[in-house]
């Protein structure tokens, strides 16, 4: 379950800077996190993240992390939907997934179907991830 560990981790690590669109607002972000895989639930997560009017400006909460050995494609933010590729070197191979979600200057939703190749015997994983935006950052 090593490899399935180190997927989670870096989904969480990642998606918290590209779940927000270019109309977010700048403030602190609450992330809650959950992934079924062959009909389980895995443990969730909870974090927060502070976004400043730079960081959005710059396209940092599209940016992903250096060390995350992922990119993006086909990314499309419009009429308060967004929608992207991405694929990752991950511990044990690749991983490829698909998102769509909904997303608002205070909230967002992001549904994610995720497969390994090769594929370890975990089948296609899904995630959602939900942002709101808590206030001001501290």
């Known amino acids: 379950m090593k490899p399935l560990r180190s997927a989670a981790t870096l989904l969480t690590l990642l998606f918290a800077g590209l ?13 809650t996190t959950s992934m079924k895989m062959q009909g389980m639930e895995l443990p969730g997560a909870k974090f927060t993240h502070c976004y400043t009017a730079k960081d959005i400006a710059s396209g ?5 992390d ?3 050995k992922c990119t993006i494609a086909n990314m499309k933010v419009a009429g308060g939907k967004i929608s992207y590729d991405m694929n990752c070197i991950v511990e044990g191979g690749k991983m490829s997934a698909s998102v769509k979600g ?4 205070t909230a967002y939703t992001l549904d994610q179907r995720m497969r390994m190749t090769p594929d370890q015997g975990m089948g296609e994983m899904h995630s959602t991830l939900k942002g709101r935006r808590l206030g001001d950052c501290k």
């Open 19 to 31: 779940a927000q669109a270019q109309d977010m607002q700048p403030g602190l972000w609450e992330v």
């Open 66 to 68: 250096e060390a995350s």
């Open 102 to 105: 909904t997303i608002s200057p």
């Open 60 to 64: 940092k909460q599209y940016a992903p």
